[in-house]
């Protein structure tokens, strides 16, 4: 009997060093929850002179999308209704608002020891172009960080002005509302199987507060994702995307400024209102 029970115990220690082993997943990847488990929202307001400022006050802008009825995706009204506001499942996030105000809202997730040798990605951006300069314009932004290297794997940034320089196709919406296609980035992780990585989305009003934008945001996974019926995208390689903005510099400041502030503050779940 004490020798079964040793036996018992060797197999549960070996089986709990192994599961350490195996890789972790993104927690809720497509948000099919219904909430933003395993997700981290912060927002704040922001100017020209001022690249944000993290206060939680419109955490309500953000909200899961359940738009799959009946096995149709329902369409942005922004869009001329064009864009499928879910990309795979039943559901996504969309990440700030129409609304105006200067607001912002940055998501991200860490995920430790991901040793998948794929990481597929969905965003796709709607924002009002008011004219203004482009450091004052809406504007979004979605990187993936390699904690473990110190290295950005894959940054794209660009407001309402630089669409088409940062190779993302756009097209115009209902007034003066432009939206990107769904983009699904493909990032080759097989080199990097064990490392941390952190992926942060952002998205923003104009500076001056008349305009907004807003971006949705799905299926985060090892495997191409597989769309609802009706519903495409484009498949981007990271590595043959742009990996830097050149101009305005403030671009790429607050693209990796939001992942700094992120990964300096207070971590939080939460479910956030429709």
């Not at 495997?223 to 043959?240: I, W």
Request: one cysteine or more; glycine letters at 10%.
């Amino acid at each position: 009997m004490k020798k079964a029970s040793k036996i018992i115990f060797a197999v549960g220690v070996i089986s709990a060093m192994t599961a350490s082993v195996f890789a972790d997943s993104f927690v809720n990847g497509g948000f099919e929850s219904g909430t933003t488990n395993g997700w981290t929202l912060q927002s704040g307001t922001w100017s020209s002179s001022n690249p944000g400022t993290i206060n939680n006050s419109w955490q309500g802008d953000s909200a899961i999308i359940d738009s799959v009825t009946g096995g149709i995706t329902n369409k942005d009204a922004n869009t001329k209704g064009n864009l499928a506001e879910v990309l795979q499942g039943n559901n996504s996030f969309r990440l700030n608002n129409a609304a105006n105000g200067a607001h912002y809202s940055v998501v991200s997730q860490t995920v430790s020891n991901y040793t998948d040798a794929n990481l597929y990605f969905g965003f796709a951006a709607v924002l009002e172009d008011p004219g203004h300069p482009q450091v004052q314009e809406p504007k979004f932004s979605f990187s993936i960080f390699d904690v473990t290297k110190g290295q950005v794997l894959y940054n794209v940034a660009f407001n309402s002005d630089d669409m088409a320089a940062q190779g993302v196709a756009y097209h115009a919406g209902t007034s003066d509302w432009l939206y990107t296609d769904w983009n699904v980035i493909h990032v080759d992780t097989s080199a990097l199987q064990g490392d941390t990585f952190t992926i942060t989305a952002s998205a923003y009003d104009c500076a001056l507060g008349g305009h907004g934008g807003y971006a949705y945001i799905d299926s985060f996974q090892p495997t191409l994702p597989d769309p609802n019926p009706g519903v495409s995208f484009t498949l981007l390689q990271a590595d043959n995307l742009i990996q830097a903005v050149p101009e305005p510099t403030s671009i790429v400041m607050w693209s990796l400024g939001g992942l700094a502030l992120l990964w300096g503050g207070k971590r939080r779940l939460f479910k956030p209102q429709a």
